[in-house]
């Protein structure tokens, strides 16, 4: 699952993180799995996770481990995602555009 649309429009490695962490959404993530996830190195990961905490995209939590999760509004509602096997990817542009 990814991030909903309104933040896609940040840069690649916020956008990757932020996929990340939806698809993991409940459990979170510590930034070794996060790093692992996002094709960067750990320097920008860590500037995207600042930014992204910045603009309240993410909630940190330190108990035992740090974990980081997706805040409830990038999440999109999977009410919203393509069902597996009900729709194509083009029935759903279709749909979309009103055709």
Excluded at 35 to 44: K, L, P, S, T, Y
Excluded at 60 to 84: G, M
Aim: glycine share 4%; hydrophobic share 40%; charged share 35%.
């Amino acid at each position: 699952m990814a991030a909903k649309p309104e933040y896609r429009d940040r840069p690649d490695v916020e956008v990757a993180l932020l996929d990340a962490l939806v698809d993991r959404g409940d459990e979170g993530m510590t930034v070794l799995e996060l790093r692992a996830a996002v094709d960067a190195n750990i320097d920008a990961v860590e500037e995207a996770l600042s930014a992204l905490k910045a603009d309240s995209l993410i909630t940190v939590e330190s108990e035992e481990r740090v974990r980081v999760y997706p805040h409830d509004r990038v999440v999109p509602d999977p009410e919203d995602q393509i069902e597996d096997g009900s729709d194509t990817l083009v029935d759903a542009v279709r749909d979309r555009l009103g055709l």
